[in-house]
């Protein structure tokens, strides 16, 4: 596929870096958003890229092997038994949203002989349409967490509730950010808090402003499903 105008995947992406802090990962979230313009944001200076669905980054690793550089982070909900093939595939996954997965993953990524870095997908708020710990299932769970040494327990995500305000979104980050201190804070021997993976392109500015690590953005770089 040919793009008819480069220049503006790479003036969104360029706007977008010169205003984040040095300490701040931009995500490229490329569902459905063609290999083509991938492309132009890797010669853009991206060179972490976000999928949602196994079968789809399967496919674009296939056509971008040209380029090794690429880390590849699983962003999207991981069903259990699609847990094997994102070992294979992801460096990054951060939707580990139970025990169960995660023990899963532990047990599948030794024989694979990969240890990849996960967050820990939590929910401050009630949201039937997320997953993730709240806070008490968090710690209840940490001390079984820190016994998987397959997996390299890098911090927290979070995706706040549809329709808050800002002021409310801004609350879920920093709270997300103080959950993330407090667990830091205790003696772990394989889990890390020195990620935080929140924000998209709606809200990415609040996540910064709380402390965010890494930011998700897909809409605000490359538009509905491309452009």
Same mark, same amino acid.
């Given at each position: ?9 790479? &003036? ?11 300490? #701040?990962? @931009? ?18 200076? #991206?060179? *972490? ?16 092997? &040209?380029?090794? *550089?690429? +880390? ?16 294979? @595939? ?15 993953? &532990? ?28 806070? &008490?299932?968090?710690?209840? *769970? ?7 040494? /397959? ?5 927290? =995500? ?9 002021? *409310?979104?801004?609350? #879920? ?19 890390? =808090?020195?990620?935080?993976? =929140?924000? =998209?392109? /709606?809200?990415?500015? @609040? ?11 897909? +809409? ?8």
């Amino acid at each position: 596929m040919t793009l008819s105008h480069p220049s503006i995947y790479r &003036d969104r992406i360029a706007t977008i870096q010169q205003g984040l802090p040095p300490a #701040v990962k @931009l995500i490229a979230v490329t569902k459905q958003v063609p290999v083509a313009a991938m492309r132009v944001a890797y010669a853009a200076g #991206v060179r *972490d890229f976000g999928e949602s669905r196994i079968q789809e980054a399967e496919a674009k690793q296939a056509e971008l092997q &040209d380029l090794p *550089d690429i +880390t590849w982070h699983l962003i999207g909900r991981l069903q259990s038994n699609k847990a094997q093939k994102a070992l294979e @595939l992801f460096q990054w996954i951060h939707s580990v949203d139970c025990l169960k997965l995660a023990q899963r993953l &532990d047990r599948l990524a030794e024989p694979l002989l990969v240890k990849p870095q996960v967050c820990l997908q939590v929910k401050l708020l009630p949201d039937p349409n997320k997953t993730g710990w709240t806070v &008490d299932e968090l710690w209840s *769970d940490l001390p079984q967490l820190d016994l998987y040494h /397959n997996l390299k327990i890098q911090g927290l =995500m979070t995706i706040p509730p549809l329709g808050l305000s800002e002021s *409310d979104t801004l609350t #879920v980050f920093q709270q997300t950010q103080e959950l993330a201190e407090k667990i830091r804070q205790q003696s772990w021997a394989n889990i890390q =808090m020195a990620q935080l993976s =929140m924000g =998209m392109s /709606n809200d990415y500015r @609040l996540a910064v402003q709380a402390g965010a690590t890494m930011i998700r953005l897909g +809409t605000i770089l490359f538009g509905e499903r491309g452009i």
